[in-house]
């Protein structure tokens, strides 16, 4: 579990404060858990408060074990994939930073397969939206991280494409903490909790 207790933080603009969270709190649990609320909320900057991007002005954010940077998996709205690396490369890159070089292979392989784009690990970058956004998914899940953080990543997508990466995040809800930022109703319906900033 993840708890978030009393949290406040903003920013400051022309020497004044101005806040986004005041005495937040909340838990997040083993399952699927959407973030939603209008643009300008603050459903990003909680994001970054979690992974520890930024500091809390006061309270906490308490994680149930010992979790360490690599066991967070994230992907952005944008997939930030590299244009110039094949969609396998894209993964294998980021699971050598976890596993020696055979290992790291097999499980890009496994993971591209699992994400239903194995046929697609020599594609650079004339990958569909749908394609890169699963394979920005790949990437995020090949440590197998407890925690998959997610930024409206069914922003350009299609309905078809959307439902795949639902599907893939259900299944892998059974055992991890999974947390969408969204303003997408398909996403929002398919989560077990919904918090609402």
Known sequence: MISIKNLTY????NNKK???YNNFSADFNIGLTALTGASGSGKSTLISLIM???KPFEGEIIFN????QVDFGYISQE???IPQLTAFENVYWKALLCFNENLAEKKSYDILEKCGIKDFKNKTDNLSGGEKQRVALARALVN???IIIGDEITAH???ESTLVIINL???LAVNKIIIIASHDSEVIKSCKNIIKI
Not at 10 to 13: C, L, N, P, R
Not at 65 to 68: E, F, L, T, V
């Open 10 to 13: 903003g920013y400051y603009k």
């Open 18 to 20: 101005y806040l986004l």
């Open 52 to 54: 520890g991007l930024a």
């Open 65 to 68: 074990k010992n979790i360490k």
């Open 79 to 81: 997939s930030e994939l």
């Open 144 to 146: 197998d991280p407890f």
């Open 157 to 159: 997508l299609d309905k």
């Open 169 to 171: 995040l259900q299944e």
